[in-house]
């Protein structure tokens, strides 16, 4: 993909996650507003406000143009754009190219017209980018299910359902937050060790899980599975998760039906979703799957490869009394994955089960290496259950999460000169509630 150059200056910057390839889509509200939250696309350190450019009549593509697309653009989430289906996302893409290029005058040559739709990012504050009717994890990481198979003793680490489908379960969509938002400690039932009877306390072994996430563009009816080849016709695009975990809530729970409690109380997303067309450069071929048979309905059609992306991970925490510190704990790739995204939405529909747009689908945790332990993907397998500690660069020790440790992944793709990223998925630990008296 050749390079292209854009007018707006922080867009050139070399470590620039919002470059003129990747042009993502969020939900803002400016502080000098009503309060009222509308589409946003970013490039660089300018935000763009998609409905005042439709009001200004920059989109005059079909679908855009017409009174469904601008409605679409003046709505307070994505949903109603992405419902509009891959056409209408392409032709966004494309007229936003065209007018932030650097060759192309309209806005470059308007400083009315670019005061009227581009902002500063102290000006607007990112929201849910899309309203979550539904949530699903699925478990896709062969090395994270083998680390955890093996740390909890199973031989082989891995349970044969494993490499025939992509585990998943059904999360909580209530409680998916955007970036920024703190995350409060959760209380439960905890067995303390040698105890026979569990005792209700805070969570002691908080985690992070690494993950990304896909958002429904178009669903499907009811009774209408979703082939692989089609999938990601389905899907508007990708952003950064972390799957907030209570481990010790969670060890006793989760027999029989998996984990509740512990998974239900914070999932975090990044405020950007990079759509597919942006990511397209980046594909790559997806790693063999070895492990098991694989069903026709998770394969695609003769000579189609699976196809993935190569999209570099990192975590990173700071502490609340050196916050400026961040130490980078664990760096990772999505090209570990064993599960394609197109395997994952053909899974979760094969029964014609109907996905709906708006719709958050994660991966499950992303760990590189089981040989190297700065590519996991969470605590519990950095620390091995608990049972090693770790330095942060403050001179701080840590085994999992304490109150007041800040959590920042972060995203990004380059290759040929072109860059795209993600931008930051944050959150900040806060103690739990005091315990109610009786």
Not at 209 to 237: S, T, W, Y
């Amino acid at each position: 993909m050749a390079s292209m150059s854009s007018f707006v200056g922080s867009a050139q910057d070399l470590h620039q996650d919002f470059t003129i390839h990747n042009l993502p889509l969020g939900i803002g509200e400016t502080w000098a507003g009503d309060g009222k939250r509308t589409v946003f696309s970013r490039i660089g350190d300018t935000v763009v406000n998609l409905d005042a450019l439709a009001s200004g009549g920059f989109l005059s593509g079909p679908i855009l143009s017409s009174d469904v697309g601008r409605s679409a653009l003046r709505s307070n989430s994505l949903n109603e754009f992405a419902d509009l289906g891959p056409n209408a996302w392409f032709e966004l893409r494309q007229t936003l190219q065209r007018l932030l290029s650097s060759e192309e005058g309209v806005l470059r040559d308007d400083k009315a017209a670019r005061e009227k739709v581009f902002y500063g990012l102290d000006d607007v504050v990112m929201r849910c980018p899309m309203e979550v009717g539904d949530y699903t994890d699925f478990y896709s990481s062969k090395e994270h299910a083998s680390n955890v198979g093996a740390m909890f003793g199973r031989d082989p680490p891995l349970m044969h359902n494993w490499g025939c489908l992509p585990v998943g379960y059904h999360g909580r969509a209530s409680s998916v937050v955007v970036s920024g938002t703190p995350v409060r400690r959760p209380r439960g039932l905890v067995l303390p060790k040698g105890a026979t009877d569990p005792v209700y306390k805070e969570c002691g072994v908080l985690d992070y899980e690494l993950e990304m996430g896909f958002f429904v563009g178009q669903g499907n009816d009811l009774g209408c599975p979703i082939p692989c080849d089609d999938a990601r016709k389905h899907i508007l695009g990708l952003v950064l998760v972390n799957d907030w975990s209570a481990r010790d809530i969670q060890k006793f729970e989760y027999v029989p039906l998996g984990p509740f409690t512990a998974k239900n109380f914070a999932t975090t997303v990044s405020p950007w979703i990079v759509t597919l067309d942006a990511l397209e450069p980046f594909e790559m071929e997806a790693p063999e799957q070895t492990l098991a048979p694989v069903s026709s309905y998770l394969c695609h059609s003769a000579g189609r490869p699976r196809q993935t992306y190569d999209i570099d991970l990192e975590v990173s925490i700071s502490t609340s009394q050196n916050p400026e510190t961040k130490t980078v704990a664990t760096r990772s790739n999505f090209k570990h994955l064993y599960w394609t995204i197109d395997q994952m939405l053909a899974h979760h529909t094969v029964t014609g089960c109907n996905a709906r747009t708006g719709d958050l689908i994660a991966t499950g945790t992303i760990t590189g290496s089981r040989e190297d332990p700065m590519s996991y993907g969470s605590l519990l397998e950095k620390s091995w259950g608990g049972t090693r500690n770790f330095m942060l660069d403050c001179g701080a020790e840590r085994t999992y999460l304490l109150d007041g440790d800040r959590v920042t992944m972060r995203g990004r793709c380059e290759r040929g000169g072109v860059r795209v990223g993600f931008g930051e998925c944050t959150g900040v630990v806060l103690p739990a509630n005091p315990e109610a008296s009786n």
